[in-house]
């Protein structure tokens, strides 16, 4: 029976939950119970575990592992070799069950640029922007740009990624004012 995604020759793709449209390039492995939403672009040994939920209209670059108990909402870009953690207290010698470990979102629009490290149990905001090589330990607000080792918000970004001032039109026609420290649109 043809699958109405693609996987490629060298790539492995053990669920049964992978939306249309998507394509798995080679040394990529999505396993058994991990869920791919549709029009998404998993990278070159890339790693989708058991557990994981990766919504629709998503890119893994090259070299992305997504973690059991990580959430990837629609829209999410992860950069490559963007590094997702899922366990706080690592140890070879305990073995935890898949509710031990701590979640992570990542909301709708969010991006993770390349080489930036998102510890566990933080969420990502709508649309926010973690800078490359970034290291975030704490959650980020929607709209938020943030980089450094740790992550400081430096500023706001658009749904279209270019930087922003909340009360001004972006390039791209959208407006957004900040209200009780957080962005909407307006």
Partial sequence: MERPFFVHEKGICDSDDVGEET???AFAH???GAKVGSHCNIGECSFVETGAVVGSHCTLKNGVSVWDRVTLEDYVFLGP???LTNDLLPRCRVKKE??????TLFREGST????????CGVTVGK???VGAGSVVTHDVSDHALVYGNPARQHGWVCECGRPMEPGEDCRCGKKYRLRA????EI
């Fill in 181 to 184: 420290g957080k962005i909407e």
């Fill in 30 to 32: 999505v396993m058994k």
């Fill in 112 to 119: 993770v640029g390349a080489n930036a490290t998102i510890v």
């Fill in 98 to 103: 898949a509710d031990e470990f701590a979640p």
């Fill in 23 to 25: 394509r798995i390039w």
């Fill in 127 to 129: 649309n926010a922007m």
């Fill in 81 to 83: 070799n963007a590094v």
